[in-house]
């Protein structure tokens, strides 16, 4: 089974908008951390927003928040008033805090800003 | 800021060649990773390190070797180079294994590597 499930291959949205990516986990650990990275079209990842399985309140930093529904084993990305250079790829990733703690990526989906 | 840095960005190489990917942190971070990344599958676990001369099989580890002689400095080994192995290949470095939203994957930038 799939630790990190993102359903959406491509989204598209309008600039000023805002877009929610997806993203689904699987864990038996009661500690573990989510993160999203984006990776624009140069190659790099670039982190974003992490969200730890014992915070209380979702993770903000600045346009971008997680919605994290702990009963659902969602951690779905809000980007928030959509810009051109948002158009990239984006990664959830999950870390489990038992054995090596390394982290499991998604398969990414492709947003696309239009004008 | 910490820098990752993957010496080569775009490599060629010919079926059976001996191929190094060489990665270098300038943190003092204790972690290293290597990933291969295609299409439609995202990131996925080759190798990683916790420490100077460590090692540990990833999810895809079959087809190649690591090594870590100095903390530094994480090179990913392909001993023959097949056509399969043609793919994206991003390093990345931690400070260490802490569950905390602090201590996060930092990558350099790739290096995309064509077998022939």
């Known amino acids: 089974a799939q630790k990190i499930t993102q359903t959406q291959p491509g989204m598209f949205v309008q600039e000023k908008e805002a877009v929610t990516l997806d993203c689904t986990y699987d864990t038996s650990d009661p500690s573990y951390g989510l993160f999203w990275y984006k990776q624009p079209s140069s190659g790099e990842m670039i982190f974003l927003i992490y969200q730890g399985s014992y915070d209380q309140q979702n993770a903000t930093e600045g346009r971008y928040s997680l919605n994290f529904q702990k009963a659902r084993k969602s951690a779905n990305l809000v980007i928030s008033a959509s810009q051109l250079g948002d158009s990239a790829m984006y990664f959830c990733?999950?870390?489990?805090?038992?054995?090596?703690?390394?982290?499991?990526f998604g398969k990414g989906t492709m947003l696309l800003v239009s004008p | 800021d910490v820098k990752v840095t993957q010496s080569s960005r775009y490599l060629v190489k010919r079926t059976g060649e001996k191929v190094f990917l060489e990665c270098v942190q300038d943190?003092?971070?204790?972690?290293m990773f290597w990933y291969r990344q295609d299409p439609g599958l995202g990131l996925r676990l080759i190798y990683f390190s916790y420490d100077v001369k460590m090692k540990e099989k990833g999810d895809i580890p079959e087809g190649y070797s690591v090594s870590r002689e100095k903390k530094e400095r994480f090179s990913l080994i392909l001993e023959s180079a097949s056509t399969n192995q043609t793919s994206m290949y991003l390093c990345?470095?931690?400070?260490?294994?802490?569950?905390?939203?602090?201590?996060?994957?930092?990558f350099g930038a790739g290096s995309r590597l064509t077998v022939l």
């Open positions: 990345a470095s931690r400070l260490g294994s802490t569950p905390s939203g602090a201590n996060v994957l930092t």
């Open positions: 990733a999950m870390r489990e805090d038992s054995g090596y703690s390394t982290l499991t």
């Open positions: 943190m003092d971070h204790e972690n």
